[in-house]
């Protein structure tokens, strides 16, 4: 915005930039952000069971099995390494080579609760062994209510 400033008889332009509607932008922005940053989920979207007694997770683990209910799928689950779909018969190539580069040999399970344990001891178990994985986290949700 100029105008000009009467100095000594002189006028002078002087140039002075608005910033009000920068901060208005600004503050828009800001807002939009911190509405929307708590609702990006990482991951593959799964129920996961309660437990009362947990311990933390590391914040960036470096492999991740996801498994999710499905009824529409003939075996009744998806399968997911690292957010990538995988299926019963490439699942152990994929989890081999998530862990070519890791060298902490440790798999998280993350499984949606409405499965049976049955489908994960029948199917998945002897994959996981079979690929060398030594270690197993399961990922869950801490229970918020005791139980009598």
């Known amino acids: 915005m ?3 400033v009467a100095t000594g008889g002189k006028e002078t332009v002087r140039s002075e930039p608005n910033v009000v509607p920068l901060c208005d932008v600004l503050l828009v ?4 952000f ?9 991951g593959v979207d799964v129920r996961l069971p309660n437990a009362q007694f ?9 492999v991740i099995l996801a498994i999710k209910k499905d009824a529409r ?10 957010q990538d779909k995988v299926t019963l018969e ?3 190539n994929a989890l081999e080579e998530a862990f070519l580069t890791v060298t902490d040999k ?21 994959i996981i062994r079979s690929a060398g994985i030594e270690s197993v986290g399961i990922i869950t949700e801490k229970k918020t209510e005791k139980i009598d």
């Open 90 to 92: 490439t699942l152990q």
């Open 34 to 42: 911190m509405i929307v940053t708590p609702l990006i989920q990482k």
């Open 106 to 126: 440790k798999l998280y399970l993350k499984a949606d609760q409405e499965l049976e344990y049955g489908i994960f001891a029948e199917f998945i178990w002897d």
């Open 29 to 32: 922005l800001l807002i939009i």
């Open 54 to 62: 947990t311990t933390n997770m590391p914040e960036d683990p470096d």
């Open 2 to 4: 100029g105008f000009s």
């Open 73 to 82: 799928d003939p075996k009744g689950f998806l399968l997911y390494v690292n």
